[in-house]
């Protein structure tokens, strides 16, 4: 080293302490080192947070966002104190007050309606990580008006795929990373389960295997797809039934894979006469039949033994019954299907959807895998090898968001298991508690006992037209009318149509709207300006329209000027979570797991964690469940309740560290009182392994079922074939068709045949046929920056920088037509509104679509920005031109702008038509700023916590 | 000190693959927290709650899009940092001699306490690897993580640069690449890694790999044998189903 | 390259002051007492003012004494010892010629060579950076010289010196433009050699790696107008070379050279702007930008 070299310390000390807890940075749920440093006050600061290496989800490895998470912790954004309005709803103006004048200001709105009419209080939760509590709570209130926001997100997925096959992606399975060789991605993904596949997809480029990314956007993780297909957005279902279509032709489908561990080997009642027409044939005590090979006849699906059939027809009392598998091929041979048929619509030319096809069938079965590994199915067979069909799909929103989402999902899972790639390996692995078919699921509950809990949990799956949530006229029950005839599978509810309908009274009026994290006054609402109006709205008499509206929120969102009362919620390293195998667990394919959050630092201000807050709120109101039998407070607060609450003998929320007979155990067993200590040595989360025989055909295999008991997933071993056919889609059909005594409403009957079809379909996202496509050509949608999460992610210092503004990306052809150049801006009008906004020129773009990063446009006055932020000026929401409901069409009616069977808002489904446009000081439309209950931020930020 | 040092032995530099990147930005803010906290002064934000917020940071991701003379634009992300030149020119324009380049290892540094922010040295960085911290007033600049490196206190698998570690797609790689048998060096010749702006002769130590081919025509016929019909229609193709079942061994015993 | 004032009044003024010094030293003039007492604090003023203009470029100010250590790598350390070490001599020589009213021939001798070395790192200091086309020319140094020395000659009444030099000055001035123009495109740097993806095809910047500004953007990314740019560069010929000319032909009157004088020290302005402003860094490459 030369001598005048600087001596420099290679070895400085990183932290005094490293404290191990769960990001909430987005939902992905990594585990994080919090490294904290001690001050000369004694007090550890948090100083550095970096990925866990031990953790099951991200494996050390962490994202932009959580990595910025010191800055969100510190946000001058932040809320201090519980607020009471001063000004009027919409202004931000309030005055801090003390918890217990807020709780029992909740108290006095509340309580009457509980003990008259609990469905007066519409509670719904947005970025919610607690919804097995938030749901338990709102049981226990008794009203039936709970959901989260899964309605606008991605039901269509998560129903599609329980339906089909108990499970779908993220928090329910993944592709086999460490051994497919074709992973195929349709849509916008990155949002959702956002390390692992970047990690996934990191491992199989290190391998040398493929990827086909669907998209009509080449950007993230479709950049670096081998092969990219710039598809129009709402045909993916039409594109992957071309695909169905060329596979069945050929024969490259897993016949033995679809006879045994599908209902394709189930019977049809074909009898267009039967009031069974339709419905699968089954034995005296219900169970689907079959025909067994071995001896040619009957035989129920999951015999001992039995040898189903996928090809023999049952002929009895006059009645053709074919098996599933005849249907489909009926179908999926018509030639509608051809390359050829869909090529335009796609935006697809033919060869190409061939050779895509080609590669699935050469991958699958040219270069399928074995694993030796004996394992044993459910019928009692031996197998000595796994074979594993080495293709794996993953989607999520993208295809989800759409009016025919729910079937275009369906035509994924479909694709999967004609394939046999699932469950298998190489192909899309089930995380625990998943798989879990929809007939484990409960249903859905409505029935209201004014002082009474709710008779079940609010959400589910319903089988048919007896599980729809309706009052004795036929009437939704619930306020966002999920589980109505408009929307039967609803799985997830209708967040997105809480505020229209409780403005509108229909289906009738509520007393308190009370949220949790949902920035509904914002970016996570369909036509945002109406929804202000409807938060604002009087009536005759002077009072607002929607009387009451509390809200919970860590941050100073925009939606926080909405609300009478709000109940500030601390950071995510301020607090405890579960993140609980009965809700949303952080699973791999190989592990059961569940992890916790915690205090690494005390709040310096005066909030609560929103669960803790729903503890002593509880106890309040008496709600059953929060109160122990002298009438005092169960739960001190949520961590008591994490370790003390008993769901079901033996389940609580947390599955690590119980006490069994023989001491600590997982799965089952009594409260452990130092259960969060345990986990908390344990780095924050808790996992154990599935045993390796039974860690492929989870659904299938008789150990898994075992240890899934074992682990107290359920009750007895439940194993099911995976459902082609859905046969509650076709009860549905079949009611409206006329037969049995719930009948939907006449104006629904042709919609519900045409579209709930028990065999995957392609129709028309509904805008086309209510928005004139000559007039509005173009697609519009958004996703989410990697680097950014929803509006949480723009009050960060760091992030901001990053994504301050956006632009709206134009694909060449209509960038040329317009003669835009760099700088410009452009007029977008929907048939709903307009929106003036930058422009920006993107050639890796489907020729007629436009996009936008999500949410990085902000209201002037929240977030603890500045007035002149460019998140407010130059971004903006392509929201302002989605409408809940679409526009008439002449019929006296209007339909809602969501998928017809799960309700899930179809954002996607957007048309606009474009202009160019002078520029205008600032992205239109123009809001008023809001008051900043918070202030505003520092002007410069040198942040260093140690010395 | 401004004298470049005789060429070191062992070159510590970076891999990144463009064919992997997927633009997250993950390793731009690791890079600012870990820098942040530690090695010098902190990486300022100026108007950071504000109508223009800017700031430091070492480690920036560009995205470019790649139009070929045939078929459809690709899209590259593209992170940057210090490459850490053997000939590096930012350390020779030093008037003070606060920029150097580690004897031992071919880090180059900013000795912050010897640095009078005179911003040449960004001058000659073709790379825009250095920035000039507005609050500090001396120049920033990647240290390779020279304090998390060699770092005693941190478990050995965690000697890395904070931008390797928690980059999710595993796209940037960390090693010696003087040595011709280290992973990165035999990534760098499996994959033809290549230097930016050779032209500018600053012999970058960090190699950039190439995006792989996209959108490539398969080799074999589409048609046959993987798509070749099993029979005409749907009649026939019963028939098939019911042969394909029979020569269906079961899969089980 | 950002114009920054700092850097045009250092380059500009201290120029101006080191050429001043470079005739004094040789004796063109040869002033004294009070007469040499006003040559030397012009000269002065020009040079140190330049000098301490250049010091708020810096983000440290306070310690500029370290510029001096690295004389064998760095041309601004050079430079900073060149010009402090012509102002010690020049010093000692002007105290002879105020004070005691004699010219110690060689220590003006030695000043000039000092002034001319410090004019000439000073110009090698944008002449080396091979980032910035532009600059990395022989007419960059050569043109700072003729313009330090015509400048000097200018103040220093020597117009027979003045006028051949600022002619030159502006031949040269014309060249650095015209060559300069042409730089960038033959320094063989582009983006494809900047991203190393010209082989797939037709390179353009995305997004940006942040949507809000940085210190690169600031510092080495500035966009003139080409129109603009042009008359600027009117202007500059006009104010800096051929007015002043002009002026020192026509018959002698102190108010003409005054006049040249500011109509010199303002064209160099102009054209000192453009300098930097039209200067692209390759840099702006990753920008896309130039």
């Known amino acids: 080293m030369p001598k005048d070299q600087p001596v420099i310390d290679l070895s400085p000390k990183v932290s005094d302490e490293v404290r191990k807890t769960t990001c909430y940075m987005c939902a992905c749920r990594c585990g994080i080192n919090v490294h904290m440093k001690a001050q000369t006050d004694g007090k550890l600061k948090v100083a550095y947070i970096e990925g866990n290496r031990d953790h099951p989800v991200n494996k050390g490895v962490l994202c932009a966002k959580g990595s910025a998470g010191i800055m969100q912790h510190n946000a001058p954004s932040r809320l201090r104190a519980p607020l009471k309005r001063t000004g009027p709803r919409g202004s931000g103006e309030f005055e801090e007050i003390s918890w217990d004048e807020a709780l029992t200001l909740a108290t006095s709105w509340l309580q009457p309606i509980r003990e008259t009419a609990p469905e007066k209080l519409a509670f719904f939760t947005g970025r919610d990580q607690s919804q097995s509590f938030t749901s338990f709570w709102a049981q226990g209130f008794g009203t039936p008006n709970y959901a989260a926001h899964g309605g606008f997100c991605s039901v269509n997925m998560a129903a599609a795929g329980i339906y089909t096959m108990g499970g779908a992606f993220w928090e329910f399975g993944q592709p086999d990373w460490d051994h497919t060789k074709l992973f195929m991605l349709f849509g916008v993904a990155e949002d959702h389960d956002s390390n692992p596949i970047k990690m996934g997809i990191g491992k199989i480029k290190e391998r040398g295997a493929r990827m086909i990314g669907v998209n009509p956007i080449r950007t993230g993780y479709n950049a670096v797809a081998d092969d990219w297909v710039g598809i129009t957005p709402g045909t993916d279902g039409l594109f992957i039934l071309a695909l169905v279509h060329l596979l069945i032709k050929a024969g490259k489908i897993d016949l033995h894979y679809l006879a045994h561990y599908t209902n394709a080997s189930c019977l049809v009642n074909e009898d267009p006469k039967s009031p069974q027409n339709g419905l699968l044939l089954r034995d005296e005590d219900g169970n689907p039949q079959v025909i067994d090979r071995r001896t040619g006849k009957l035989a129920r699906w999951d015999g001992e033994g039995v040898d189903p059939d996928l090809a023999a027809t049952y002929r009895h009392k006059g009645i053709t019954h074919r098996p599933v598998f005849h249907l489909m091929a009926d179908r999926y041979l018509s030639n509608d299907y051809a390359p050829e048929k869909v090529e335009d619509r796609c935006g697809i030319p033919a060869k190409r959807i061939r050779a895509i096809a080609a590669d699935l069938a050469r991958v699958a079965f040219d270069e399928a895998i074995t694993l030796d590994r004996a394992w044993t199915d459910f019928r009692g067979r031996e197998h000595t090898q796994m074979i594993g069909r080495p293709v794996s799909f993953h989607a999520m929103r993208g295809i989800s968001a759409h009016s025919n989402g729910f079937q275009t999902c369906r035509a994924l899972h479909t694709l999967q298991i004609l394939l046999g790639s699932v469950e298998t390996p190489g192909g899309m692995r089930f995380k625990p508690p998943y798989p879990k078919p929809a007939t484990a699921h409960p249903k859905p509950h409505c029935k209201v006992t004014p002082g009474q809990p709710l008779n079940g949990p609010h959400l589910g799956y319903p089988h048919g037209p007896e599980d729809l949530c309706l009052d004795a006229n036929g009437n939704p029950a619930r306020i966002d009318k999920a589980f109505s005839w408009e929307n039967p599978m609803s799985a997830h509810g209708l967040m997105h149509m809480v505020i229209s309908n409780a403005h509108a009274g229909d289906p009738y009026k509520i007393d308190t709207l009370f949220m949790y994290m949902a920035n509904m006054s914002w970016n996570s609402s369909m036509n945002t300006g109406g929804v202000m109006q409807m938060l604002t709205d009087t009536d005759e008499s002077g009072d607002y329209v929607i009387p009451h509206i509390i809200y919970s929120d860590a941050y100073s969102s925009e939606m926080v000027a909405y609300a ?59 709600i059953p469940g929060f109160v122990n039998d002298d009438g005092s407070q169960k739960y001190d607060d949520y961590a008591d309740y994490i370790t003390n609450h008993i769901r079901r003998p033996g389940i609580g929320p947390l599955a690590g560290w119980r006490m ?51 682990m107290g997933f359920y009750d007895s071993p439940q194993p099911y074939i995976f459902q082609l056919y859905v046969e509650p889609l076709r009860r549905f059909q079949l009611a409206a068709e006329g037969e049995g005594s719930i009948q939907p409403p006449d104006h629904l009957r042709g919609r519900i045949i045409a579209t709930m079809d028990p065999l995957p379909i392609w129709y028309p996202p509904f805008t086309d046929g209510h928005v004139d496509p000559v007039e509005y050509p173009i697609h519009a949608l958004t996703q989410r920056p990697m680097a950014m999460y929803h509006s949480w992610g723009s009050q960060n210092a760091w992030l901001r920088q990053i994504h301050g503004h ?75 031109l989605i409408h809940e409901l679409l526009p008439a069409k002449g019929d006296g009616m209007r339909w809602a702008n969501s998928d017809p069977i799960t309700g899930q808002a179809a954002w996607f489904d957007l048309r606009v038509k474009i202009e160019r446009s002078a520029a205008p000081d600032e992205s239109q439309p123009v809001l008023p700023p809001l008051a900043s209950p918070v202030g505003k931020g520092p002007d410069e930020l040198t942040w260093k916590v140690g010395k | 000190m401004t004298q470049l040092p005789p060429p070191s032995k062992v070159k510590l530099g970076l891999v990144i693959d463009l064919d992997t990147c997927v633009g997250c930005h993950a390793c731009v803010v690791s890079c600012k927290g870990w820098n942040t906290e530690n090695y010098g002064a902190p990486l300022s934000d100026q108007d950071p709650y504000g109508g223009d917020p800017s700031g430091t940071f070492l480690n920036r991701v560009h995205s470019y899009e790649v139009q070929p003379a045939e078929g459809t634009a690709k899209l590259i992300h593209f992170p940057k940092s210090c490459l850490h030149c053997d000939d590096a020119p930012c350390v020779t324009v030093c008037p003070t001699g606060a920029s150097y380049k580690r004897a031992e290892d071919g880090i180059v540094l900013v000795n912050e306490d010897a640095c009078i922010g005179c911003s040449l040295c960004a001058w000659a960085c073709p790379y825009g690897a250095r920035e000039l911290d507005a609050a500090a007033g001396v120049m920033k600049k990647c240290t390779l993580c020279v304090d998390r490196i060699y770092n005693e206190n941190l478990p050995e698998v965690d000697r890395v640069p904070a931008c390797v570690r928690t980059c999710p797609s595993g796209a940037r790689h960390f090693g010696d690449l003087g040595d011709d048998d280290s992973a990165v060096s035999q990534l760098v010749a499996e994959r033809g890694g290549f230097d930016l702006m050779p032209e500018q002769g600053t012999k970058p130590v960090n190699k950039y790999l190439p995006p792989r081919p996209k959108d490539v025509e398969p080799e074999y016929d589409i048609l046959a044998p993987y798509l070749a019909p099993v029979t005409d229609g749907p009649k026939g193709f019963v028939g098939w189903l019911d042969k394909a079942l029979s020569a269906l061994t079961g899969g089980a015993k | 390259m950002h114009p920054s004032p700092s850097v045009i009044i250092f380059t500009t003024f201290s120029g101006l002051g080191f050429g001043l010094l470079f005739w004094l030293g040789l004796g063109l003039p040869t002033p004294t007492g009070w007469a040499a007492f006003v ?40 430079e900073g010892i060149a010009a402090v070490a012509t102002l010690l001599i020049m010093a000692a020589y002007g105290a002879g010629l105020v004070f005691g009213g004699t010219r110690i021939s060689p220590l003006g001798w030695l000043g000039s060579l000092g002034a001319l070395a410090t004019v000439i790192t000073t110009s090698m200091i944008y002449t080396q950076m091979k980032t910035v086309p532009r600059w990395r020319h022989w007419s960059t140094p050569a043109l700072f010289l003729s313009l330090s020395l015509g400048g000097g000659a200018l103040l220093a009444g020597q117009t027979r010196f003045a006028i051949p030099l600022i002619v030159l000055a502006g031949i040269l001035q014309v060249t650095n433009w015209l060559v300069g123009d042409g730089l960038f495109a033959r320094s063989g740097t582009t983006m494809n050699t900047a991203t190393g993806l010209g082989n797939m095809g037709r390179v353009r910047a995305f997004e940006p790696p942040h949507t809000g500004t940085n210190f690169l953007l600031k510092e080495f990314v500035h966009v003139v107008g080409r129109k603009h740019a042009q008359q600027l560069r009117v202007i500059g010929l006009m104010l800096g070379y051929i007015i002043p000319v002009i002026l020192l032909l026509l018959p002698f009157s102190h108010w003409w050279a005054l006049l040249a004088v500011v109509s010199h020290i303002a064209g160099i302005l102009a054209v000192r702007w453009l300098f930097f402003a039209q200067a692209e860094h390759v840099v702006g490459l990753y920008y896309g930008k130039r």
């Open chain 1, 564 to 622: 009478d009362l709000i109940l500030p919620d601390t950071t995510y390293l301020e607090r405890h979570d579960c993140i609980s195998l009965l809700d949303r667990p952080i699973c791999e394919a190989d592990a059961v797991a569940d992890a916790i959050r915690w205090p690494v630092v005390e709040p310096d201000r005066n909030v609560r964690g929103f669960q803790s807050v729903l503890c002593d709120l509880g106890a309040r109101l008496h």
């Open chain 3, 39 to 78: 040559f030397f604090a012009i000269a002065y003023l020009a040079a140190v003012g330049g000098l301490l203009a250049s010091t708020f470029h810096l983000g440290r100010p306070e310690r500029a004494i370290k510029a001096f250590s690295q004389w064998q790598t760095s041309w601004l350390s050079r």
């Open chain 1, 806 to 880: 956006n632009p709206l990306y134009v694909p060449t052809k209509i960038w040329a037509a317009n003669g835009f150049a760099e700088g410009d801006w452009a007029r977008v009008t929907s048939a709903h509104g307009s929106i003036t906004v930058p422009v920006a020129h993107q050639a890796s773009l489907n020729e007629n679509t436009v996009w936008t990063w999500n949410a990085i446009g902000k209201r002037k006055g929240a977030w603890a920005l500045d007035t002149d932020a460019p998140e407010a000026t130059k971004g903006f929401l392509l929201n302002h």
């Open chain 1, 660 to 710: 069994g007979a023989n001491g600590l155990q997982g799965g089952r067993g009594a409260a452990n009182g130092g259960q969060i200590d345990s986990y908390i040595k344990n780095g924050g989360f808790w996992v154990e392994h599935i045993p390796a025989d039974c860690a492929y055909y989870k659904p299938f295999s008789r150990n898994y079922q075992d240890w899934a008991v074992k």
